[in-house]
């Protein structure tokens, strides 16, 4: 599957942003996907994942409460919509499909198919 993530940009703290995930093919209802962001220098770091059928949901605890996964199968697309955004927030986000049972732990390995990064910068 082919991804295509999109939506990034830069906010101010407090501010809101949603990243959009379009894939190709017909068979998106067939991964489980995941968020994941990376700054320079450091290891890509797991945010959220969802699962095939959008009923369950993983974040990390740094985001609980302000960050919501969501995907629309008619659509084949997943989302991420980030309110109450905080410098440390910004990263290059990545989306990704996985047909691992454990995608839910969040480990990158789990994940086959990546997008190619959408930017978020969150100023202070």
């Known amino acids: 599957v082919q991804l295509q993530a999109s939506g990034g940009g830069l906010v101010q703290a407090g501010g809101s942003l949603r990243l959009s995930c379009a894939t190709s093919g017909r068979t998106f209802s067939s991964y489980a996907m995941g968020w994941f962001r990376q700054t320079p220098g450091k290891e890509r770091e797991f945010v959220a994942a969802?699962?095939?059928?959008?009923?369950?949901?993983y974040y990390i605890d740094s985001v609980k409460g302000r960050f919501t996964i969501s995907r629309d199968n008619a659509k084949n697309t997943m989302y991420l919509q980030m309110n109450s955004l905080k410098p440390e927030d910004t990263a290059g986000y990545y989306c990704?499909?996985?047909?691992?049972?454990?995608?839910?732990?969040?480990?990158?390995?789990?994940?086959?198919?990546w997008g190619q990064g959408t930017l978020v910068t969150v100023s202070s």
């Open positions: 990704a499909a996985s047909v691992s049972s454990t995608y839910y732990l969040g480990n990158y390995l789990d994940f086959g198919s």
């Open positions: 969802i699962s095939w059928s959008g009923d369950s949901t």
